[in-house]
């Protein structure tokens, strides 16, 4: 796993308020009591209406109303919402509507039902339309991958059939998720989600009784609905002012209502992905804790104003959780919203110029694992309030050093606080759990993309770089950049390890990024030239992230001799040795990773210097064992599998361990790819200290392996034992420390200077995924490691992680 918190940057946790990603990661999900499916990861059911027409209702038609909370759009293509009654009887049917086109990423999605005889004021203009007449008090609507009508009528067979994406029974409906359905509809009342549009799988705690306030794709309401009357914007300023709106907490102490007239100066216009435009009050008020910017979603349509523009805003105000599952913080933000535009080329607010004399070093407020939400802002005490209490305002940071390089997204990350640890080259090192960067900000692209700059970590970003502050869920705050300065390169050059004498040992492990036969020969020979003249071809090499031969097709392969073969023969091409190979197939997606890719490790190594011992009996599901004592010490199988039955590894790769042998000695490795961090809250959640939970897993997975090579030391005391790999983990993480425990492994990562401690960076943290362990018979002076800084820190990768390689006398 390449991330803390994500799967890679190509398929990271969906973002909103960016360019468009591609799916989102997997998560590990603890099952919740009763029937009930997993939590929606796209389009949820955001509010049903059934009293379309009736008597008392201002609506002619029923709708349903779906959102899309994550950053991406959601195909609705082959896809329906369905009805059944409250209390279906055994001739009821699913009653079917079938959609299309998508929901925009952060944006809504309007059905319309059935009209009835009564009401006065139509539905704004629907995406879709259909013929279900739903019940004003009881009922059950489902969001389903297919146009087949479903067939369940139990809450537990509906939560089984994978086709359905989400589902919401109301009033006294039998089918429903969690607890309860969701109480309190009625001619007159829509049931609806939070602003948060949280999704628990629980109907009764996610969904509330309302006025019904249908919205469709272009951001539509309809009249009548105290969004500001008809079509027209607001004519007057209104009381409220952006300050009132934002607070001196992280929420809104106005979420959920209608704001008339809220002046502003625009400040910054976004025309991708989630739509809109932020203003600022430029009479702000006395209070540091209180924002006087506020982003201004605009939807589908996108945004018919510019920056200097003299606005009033007529809104709902809703607090949106870019990452919710995630634990991420609120974005304030004014919806559902009319617009008029009283005066252009107005100066903007001068920014809120952000360095070390401002930020604070310590990073958030510690609330026990609790939410900080309610907690009053400490602007000069921590830098998350810093940053909250300037989101949506015109920011800068000026001559900042580049902390991880850019993307393909037109991203970067810079550290605008000086005294944050730094590392030996230029980045921000992390060095742990309570020694947090504060300085760390993602700078993203307002502008055309060819004008947002290619830089690497060291470089520095002269002259102002700024624009309103936003907040993601790729890693928190963001400057929504207006104006980019000018890349002064740092003169980074990717690193080359040092000769090995001939009587040293060198063992290297390269995460290949899902390496499989169709990546490009362009990948394949930058990875190749990486082991060959970078690490200088170690004798043996494990490889982490080696695909299947035909990568993500999804169709039971699970042999990897073509990925290999294309490898080494590309490593001979750049000059590298004949690498023979070892390794287990897994068993078909039990191993986590890409689906249908079948990730797993492979052992390289070079005959003319080392020898390979076979012990046949290795397979997927066999564990390894250990037989015979002192010299006679040897593994039952290898390769073979440590444990692979062991539920620590479920979903998750098996260690691969192999005996070698090194001018007569036997040489034990274990290749390792611990399972990821997806599901962990951010650093910058709104729980804090943040839950890491993915460490559960990790830590049972350490214990296996500790428990083994305890077991291998027992047999033989000076057995020479290397454990390598990607461990998905820090180093003064619990599962390193359990892998070091009884002094059975040493890890070489915390012999460098602090400096230098980091093989991965992520959200602007240069910090260490990959590490090379090794047993007490290889002493301190028999070994030379290195971190060989070839990717992480470079705008061109072959991999997101940089290789790693020891020297060793045995």
């Known amino acids: 796993m390449p991330s803390p918190f994500s799967t890679r940057r190509s398929r990271r946790m969906l973002m909103r308020a960016t360019l468009p990603a591609a799916v989102t990661a997997s998560l590990v999900l603890v099952p919740l009591p009763g029937a009930v499916a997993t939590p929606s990861a796209g389009a949820v059911i955001a509010e049903v209406y059934g009293g379309g027409g009736n008597s008392g209702a201002t609506l002619k038609n029923d709708f349903i109303e779906l959102a899309n909370p994550t950053g991406a759009a959601f195909g609705l293509s ?3 919402v369905q009805y059944l009654p409250g209390s279906p009887s055994a001739s009821s049917k699913w009653g079917v509507t079938t959609l299309s086109g998508s929901v925009a990423a952060g944006g809504r999605y309007l059905v319309a039902g059935a009209p009835g005889t009564g009401g006065t004021v139509a539905l704004p203009n629907p995406d879709a339309t259909g013929t279900l007449a739903l019940s004003a008090t009881t009922g059950t609507i489902a969001l389903v991958d297919g146009t087949d009508a479903l067939t369940c009528k139990t809450s537990e067979d509906c939560a089984a059939d994978p086709r359905v994406v989400d589902l919401v029974g109301f009033g006294t409906a039998l089918v429903h998720e969690g607890s309860g359905a969701a109480p309190g509809a009625s001619n007159t009342a829509a049931v609806a989600r939070a602003a948060s549009l949280a999704d628990t799988d629980d109907n009764a705690a996610d969904f509330q009784a309302g006025a019904p306030t249908p919205v469709n794709s272009k951001g539509e309401s309809a009249p009548g609905d105290g969004s500001g009357g008809g079509d027209t914007g607001p004519t007057e300023p209104g009381t409220v002012r952006v300050h009132d709106i934002q607070g001196a907490t992280r929420l809104s ?11 502003g100066i ?9 739509k809109g435009f932020w203003i600022q009050d430029p009479n702000p008020d006395a209070d540091p804790a209180t924002s006087e910017g506020v982003f201004v979603y605009t939807g589908g349509t ?25 634990g991420s913080q609120s974005l304030t933000e004014l919806s559902n919203t009319k617009v008029t535009v009283v005066s252009s080329d107005n100066p903007v607010p001068a920014p809120v110029v952000l360095d070390g004399s401002n930020i604070p070093a310590a990073y958030a407020p510690d609330a026990a694992g609790a939410s900080i939400e309610s907690l009053p802002l400490r602007t000069d005490a921590y830098a998350l309030d810093l940053y909250e209490s300037l989101e949506g305002m015109n920011v800068e940071v000026r001559d900042v050093s580049v902390a991880q390089a850019s993307n393909s997204y037109h991203e970067l990350w810079v550290n605008a606080r000086a005294q944050d640890p730094r590392s030996a080259r230029g980045g921000s090192v992390y060095l742990g759990y309570d020694q947090q960067n504060a300085g760390r900000l993602l700078v993203q692209s307002l502008g055309a993309a060819a004008d947002f700059p290619v830089a690497d970590v060291g470089d520095t970003l002269t002259g102002a770089t700024g624009g ?3 907040y ?35 063992i290297g492990t390269y995460n290949v990024e899902n390496l499989d036969p169709g990546d490009s020969d362009e990948k394949f020979a930058e990875l190749a030239k990486g082991v060959v003249t970078n690490l200088r071809s170690p004798d043996i090499l494990a490889l982490e992230e080696v695909q299947d031969d035909n990568g993500p097709v999804n169709d039971g392969t699970v042999t990897s001799g073509a990925t290999v073969a294309k490898f080494t023969e590309a490593i001979k091409a750049a000059g590298g040795p004949a690498y023979d190979w070892r390794s287990v197939d897994p068993e078909n997606g039990k191993d986590g990773g890409e689906p249908g890719g079948n990730i797993r490790q492979v052992f390289l190594f070079n005959p003319d210097r080392v020898s390979f011992t076979d012990i046949p009996g290795g397979d997927a599901t066999t564990a390894v064992d250990v037989t015979g004592t002192g010299k006679r010490t040897s593994l039952t199988a290898s390769p073979g599998r440590i444990d692979p039955a062991n539920e620590a590894w479920n979903n998750s790769r098996k260690p691969l361990i192999g005996q070698f042998r090194f001018h007569n000695k036997p040489v034990y490795v274990i290749a390792n790819h611990f399972n990821s961090k997806g599901g962990d809250q951010g650093l910058d959640s709104r729980f804090q200290a943040p839950t890491r939970s993915s460490e559960v897993q990790r830590g049972k997975q350490a214990e296996v392996e500790q428990a083994f090579v ?23 993480s619990p599962a390193l420390k359990t892998l070091t425990k009884g002094g059975v492994l040493r890890d070489l990562v915390n012999e460098l200077p602090a400096s230098e401690r980091y ?15 090794v047993s007490p018979a290889f002493k301190p002076q028999q070994t030379r490691y290195d971190v060989v800084h070839i990717n992480s820190e470079f705008a061109t990768q072959a991999s997101d992680h940089d290789p790693q390689v020891v020297r060793v006398k045995p």
């Open 78 to 80: 082959g896809y329906s």
């Open 253 to 263: 102490p106005m979420a959920g209502k209608t704001v008339t007239g809220v002046p």
């Open 266 to 274: 625009v400040t910054g216009v976004r025309t991708y992905g989630t």
């Open 302 to 326: 996108g945004p018919a104003v510019k920056v200097g523009d003299s606005v009033l805003v007529t809104a709902k105000v809703t607090e949106y959780y870019p990452n919710n599952p995630g």
């Open 468 to 470: 309103p502050l936003d």
């Open 472 to 506: 993601t869920n790729y890693g928190g705050y963001a400057v929504a950049a207006t104006r980019v300065g000018t890349v002064q390169s740092g003169g980074l050059e990717r690193e080359v390890t040092a000769s090995a004498l001939p009587s040293e040992l060198t």
């Open 710 to 732: 305890a077991k291998l030391l027992a047999a033989d005391p000076g057995a020479r034992v290397v454990s390598l790999g990607d461990f998905n983990d820090y180093q003064f």
């Open 759 to 773: 093989s991965y960076v992520y959200q602007g943290n240069s910090q260490v995924l990959d590490h090379i362990l």
